[in-house]
């Protein structure tokens, strides 16, 4: 039987070894334990041509139902008048980077609608995204070019990257037109009034999804093409 004395010494040793126990690491400010089984990523939004991030709010909202957190969600804002390769990719590359500094996350996913797609994907492929990114979404974008554009490449730098056989365009479909570890999915309509022709949106090697007969903003509130695009994001 243990004297008192020997009783003291053994809660004094114990003691001693909790308090050089070594501190366990903090989580990542998300909440969500890095690595983790379920673990989300951030979503980043890209809005279009001559559009701001407030296009968003139906996915958004939808995202939420799902639970995410506004924490999780980001929509990236920018001047959609400036060049996709020589402004533009960077000042994405910026944002992502600060998203995952806030997140602690290690990777994001991108959605983009129509101009948005070109940016997205040149900073994936040119802009040395592709280690930050997970899964990249395309909403009716202008991916091999839109006639439409040429009403406003006389004037404006970005009509000029959407115009079918541009520099920017050119560049993103040579070899492997979705490079990398990230996974890609397109979703386009056959009734898009800005995407000419409407087949310049799916890419080799992306999940590629027809919408049916939608106009070309309809795609952001369109409740089928919301579940398709949550789906992926959970894939």
Not at 53 to 68: F, I, N, Q, T
Not at 102 to 129: E, I, M, N, P
Not at 164 to 172: A, D, F, I, M, T
Request: negative net charge.
């Amino acid at each position: 039987m243990l004297t008192v004395r020997q009783r003291l010494l053994a809660l004094l040793t114990l003691c001693l070894a909790l308090l050089a126990a070594p501190a366990l690491p903090a989580q990542a400010s998300s909440g969500a334990v890095p690595g983790a089984a379920g673990a989300r990523n951030p979503v980043v939004f890209v809005h279009g041509y001559n559009a701001d991030p407030g296009v968003w709010g139906s996915l958004r909202e939808d995202l939420r139902a799902d639970g995410y957190t506004d924490s999780e969600l980001f929509s990236f804002g920018y001047d959609t008048h400036q060049s996709v390769n020589e402004v533009l990719s960077g000042r994405l590359a910026a944002y992502v980077a600060e998203v995952r500094r806030q997140t602690g996350a290690a990777r994001v996913d991108l959605v983009a609608h129509s101009f948005g797609s070109l940016v997205t994907r040149w900073y994936v492929k040119f802009g040395g995204g592709g280690p930050y990114v997970d899964r990249w979404v395309s909403l009716a974008g202008p991916n091999r070019g839109t006639s439409t554009a040429w009403a406003c490449a006389l004037w404006d730098q970005a009509c000029r990257d959407m115009t079918p056989g541009s520099y920017v365009v050119k560049n993103l479909n040579s070899g492997d037109e979705t490079p990398g570890a990230v996974r890609y999915a397109t979703f386009w309509s056959n009734c898009d009034e800005v995407i000419n022709p409407d087949d310049s949106v799916p890419l080799t090697g992306a999940a590629n999804t027809p919408v049916g007969c939608l106009k070309h903003n309809d795609l952001l509130g369109d409740d089928p093409t919301s579940a398709g695009v949550r789906a992926f994001l959970r894939s």
